[in-house]
């Protein structure tokens, strides 16, 4: 399996574990809610279904189609059918959610994982993102020896892309310092709080505590760096 359809399992999985959902609506939410998945087709996610469907991590189900499955150009008759997560394919999915090896780090991957931090557990949250910053600070410091030694040699628009690829990284850097910051303090908080069953969260077990925001600028995207 390659990494990219290793990609959009896990997402799936994720995605089906919240409910059952038609294949139009499956796509749907890949493409608005995963911003990492916008450019994939109906044409990619109908074979994952199928794998997982094999693998017995998920079920077909007949189910009513919308007005709006009917409209979708692409959906057809599999808009009827509904994809349910079996208790495998549930087990399956926690066990990729306490995965943190190095593909966690990686940009895609990365994206992906955190938009269900909501369903992993604080020690994990806390691994994947200490490592995704070692990544990006190892990354950044690439960045720096490149440019130095090629500085003299790139005309003002190339090293204009250089420094505005530079600075995506330093922000993705500092936002992921945020975001461990206040792990650490959720924690911190929970370990000096009274036990009690308001404390738990039903998927995960721990509730996170993201950092408060003025504005609502989406977290930066070091996929933009350019000389990767």
Request: glycine letters at 8%; one cysteine or more; aromatic letters at 8%.
């Amino acid at each position: 399996m390659s990494r990219r359809s290793g990609i959009l399992e896990f997402a799936v999985l994720g995605l089906l574990r919240e409910s059952p959902m038609h294949g139009y609506e499956l796509r749907k939410r890949l493409n608005t809610s995963l911003g990492v998945f916008r450019a994939f087709s109906y044409g990619s996610l109908y074979p994952c279904l199928k794998t997982l469907v094999a693998n017995g991590w998920l079920i077909e189900e007949s189910g009513t189609a919308t007005a709006e499955t009917l409209a979708a150009p692409l959906a057809g008759r599999r808009a009827k059918i509904v994809y349910r997560l079996t208790a495998e394919g549930k087990e399956h999915f926690e066990e990729l959610l306490s995965q943190t090896g190095p593909d966690a780090y990686e940009d895609e991957h990365f994206a992906a994982r955190f938009a269900f931090f909501g369903q992993t557990s604080r020690d994990v949250r806390m691994r994947v993102l200490e490592g995704r910053r070692s990544r990006l600070e190892e990354r950044l410091e690439k960045m720096r020896a490149s440019l130095a030694r090629t500085r003299e040699r790139l005309d003002d628009y190339t090293l204009e892309l250089q420094r505005h690829g530079m600075e995506s990284v330093e922000r993705e850097v500092r936002w992921l310092n945020e975001l461990i910051e206040s792990e650490r303090q959720g924690r911190d908080q929970q370990r000096s709080a009274p036990e009690g069953p308001a404390q738990q969260n039903s998927t995960s077990g721990e509730s996170g505590v993201l950092p408060r925001r003025r504005g609502s600028t989406p977290p930066p995207d070091a996929s933009d760096d350019t000389t990767k």
